[in-house]
């Protein structure tokens, strides 16, 4: 049975940093991209970040707009874990943070669109005040 679990979420001041991990097991995910979503109350799940498998070459990130250069994925294949460290974080960042895996982008008519995944952790309440 494949589990996710996060850590490391609180309460922190704007502009603080918090660092999110991810444990994953009941299968590897060496080969898959892993990634962060989040959810605020009243809102919808929104991307986060995402990092694809790692190769010789290095691996791939990507970040969703609001979290570009303030936040950085990263991951540990040998560990089955994912890593998401926040800095510069502002009151709109409060969410429950989600890890997943198996992570992948809808392409429709040659464009680029949501993104979604296979399996979730339980999530992981990230609180910033102001």
């Known amino acids: 049975q494949v589990q996710l679990v996060e850590s490391g979420g609180g309460l922190v001041q704007a502009g603080g940093s918090l660092r999110l991990s991810c444990a994953a097991s009941g299968r590897t995910f060496s080969n898959a991209i892993m990634g962060w979503f989040r959810q605020a109350p009243g809102k919808e799940r929104e991307f986060v970040a995402a990092v694809t498998a790692i190769s010789w070459s290095g691996s791939n990130t990507y970040y969703g707009d609001s979290v570009k250069g303030r936040f950085t994925i990263s991951r540990d294949s040998v560990k089955n874990m994912v890593f998401l460290q926040m800095n510069s974080l502002k009151p709109e960042d409060t969410a429950v943070y989600h890890c997943?895996?198996?992570?992948?982008?809808?392409?429709?008519?040659?464009?680029?669109?949501?993104?979604?995944?296979?399996?979730w952790g339980q999530g992981t309440q990230v609180t910033v005040s102001s």
């Open positions: 997943a895996a198996d992570v992948v982008r809808d392409v429709v008519a040659g464009k680029s669109g949501r993104w979604r995944a296979e399996y």
